[in-house]
């Protein structure tokens, strides 16, 4: 799938720019989805149970909520703020959270929602507030091969599904356990074999006789990235759903739907010879790696690398703007000498995902300006949100 995300004419287009830029590919973002949904229909019999869902916190930008509206099932959340921008949608919301206030969870049982409680005491605080009521439970995943981008037993959230003391608030306040949120990162097929194995031990205890609704998180960008591990998983869900066709799966990527779609363009300030034959050069550029990209190393897309061995090859090192020592977007690349120009534009990605959510401000810097490419033009962001453009 990834492969496909190739459209020259985009990339000839947004390297026209000026001024650091984002540009969001909305075609990008809906072949992704249509790509994940034909994978649905093309190996899962009981289709209609897998529900997809967004996860906010990839990128909360309206204009992208609203493009996604009608394209998803729902939307994953985990604070107020993000429930407060998709609420209006008045479509399927799956909120977990470590913090809640009272307020937004009542907001969220009166929206025909529920919330999924990340701790013991978590619910014994709300559950007073919620008696003869349903409620989702965040399960701990005891996974033994956590690493950074996988958590499982040492991590910090959820609760373990055979608490004692499940039993006992389940009983006092007549709740109903309705639905199960699992998160473990990045997935890959080991971990999902090993998650399809606890939801069924999870199963076969009865304080979950009720359970109608198992959200399996997102994590799916690494796993897409081969054909092969999309297809074992689709198939092991589909076993899953097979014997247990009363629930519903709830799958909600954020990376995978809108990493792809973004592109930052920056343009060259300054280039330092750092030998006298000119075949070394620190260039800087206007725009900050460090200041945007704290989860992730976006690639250089354009200009295109060279090899050593070519006349015209330059080792470069791409700095960012800022006067921290450590900003750069990639170090020892050989580049034609020819796009070493200042002014010259540079293109990188992916960076559609977790880039402005996650951004920093050192030396005040602003986030880039965003565009949205959308039917062959680029529109600007203050520009874009017309009925004409979404409707």
């Known amino acids: 799938m990834i492969e496909k995300l190739r459209d020259n004419s985009f990339f000839e287009k947004i390297i026209k720019l000026k001024g650091p830029s984002i540009v969001y590919n909305l075609d990008f973002i809906k072949f992704t989805i249509d790509s994940i949904r034909?994978?649905?229909?093309?190996?899962?019999?009981?289709?209609?149970?897998?529900?997809?869902?967004?996860?906010?916190?990839?990128?909360?930008?309206?204009?992208?909520?609203?493009?996604?509206?009608?394209?998803?099932?729902?939307?994953?959340?985990?604070?107020?703020?993000?429930?407060?921008?998709?609420?209006?949608?008045?479509?399927n919301i799956s909120f977990t959270s470590p913090y809640i206030e009272v307020e937004t969870l009542q907001e969220v049982y009166s929206t025909n929602n529920i919330f999924d409680f990340n701790s013991i005491s978590q619910l014994q605080q709300f559950a007073p507030h919620l008696i003869n009521k349903e409620i989702g439970l965040r399960i701990n995943v005891d996974l033994e091969d956590s690493n950074k981008?996988?958590?499982?037993?040492?991590?910090?959230?959820?609760?373990?599904?055979?608490?004692?003391?499940?039993v006992e608030i389940i009983k006092i306040y007549a709740l109903k356990i309705k639905k199960i949120h699992i998160h473990t990162g990045e997935k890959n097929i080991s971990i999902s074999r090993n998650l399809v194995k606890l939801i069924e031990e999870i199963l076969s205890n009865e304080l979950y006789n009720q359970l109608e609704i198992i959200d399996i998180g997102g994590g799916f960008l690494n796993l897409y990235k081969k054909k092969e591990d999309?297809?074992?998983?689709?198939?092991?869900?589909?076993?899953?759903?097979?014997?247990?066709?009363?629930?519903?799966?709830?799958?909600?990527?954020?990376?995978?739907?809108?990493a792809l779609s973004g592109y930052l363009v920056g343009s060259v300030g300054?280039?330092?010879?750092?030998?006298?034959?000119?075949?070394?050069?620190?260039?800087?550029?206007?725009?900050?790696?460090h200041n945007i990209f704290t989860w992730n190393k976006p690639n250089l897309i354009f200009p295109p690398k060279t090899v050593e061995n070519d006349t015209n090859a330059v080792l470069c090192n791409i700095h960012g703007?800022?006067?921290?020592?450590?900003?750069?977007?990639?170090?020892?690349?050989?580049?034609?000498?020819?796009?070493?120009?200042?002014?010259?534009?540079?293109?990188?990605?992916?960076?559609?995902?977790?880039?402005?959510?996650?951004?920093?401000?050192?030396?005040?810097?602003?986030?880039?300006?965003?565009?949205?490419?959308?039917?062959?033009?680029?529109?600007?962001r203050v520009k874009i949100f017309s009925d004409v453009y979404f409707s």
């Open 270 to 289: 300054d280039i330092s010879f750092i030998e006298a034959n000119n075949q070394i050069a620190n260039l800087t550029l206007n725009v900050s790696r």
């Open 38 to 91: 034909e994978d649905i229909s093309n190996y899962v019999e009981n289709k209609s149970n897998i529900k997809l869902f967004y996860s906010c916190k990839a990128n909360t930008n309206l204009e992208i909520l609203t493009f996604l509206n009608p394209l998803v099932d729902g939307f994953d959340v985990a604070s107020k703020h993000e429930f407060q921008k998709v609420k209006e949608f008045k479509n």
């Open 149 to 166: 981008t996988i958590f499982g037993k040492k991590s910090r959230f959820g609760i373990n599904f055979n608490d004692r003391r499940l």
């Open 321 to 380: 703007s800022t006067c921290y020592e450590l900003d750069f977007f990639v170090n020892n690349i050989f580049l034609d000498k020819n796009y070493l120009k200042i002014n010259s534009n540079f293109i990188f990605g992916p960076v559609g995902a977790y880039s402005k959510a996650n951004s920093k401000h050192l030396h005040d810097y602003p986030f880039p300006k965003e565009y949205y490419f959308i039917a062959g033009d680029i529109i600007e």
């Open 230 to 258: 999309v297809e074992t998983f689709w198939c092991m869900i589909n076993d899953f759903s097979n014997n247990h066709p009363e629930l519903d799966l709830i799958i909600e990527p954020g990376n995978l739907i809108l």
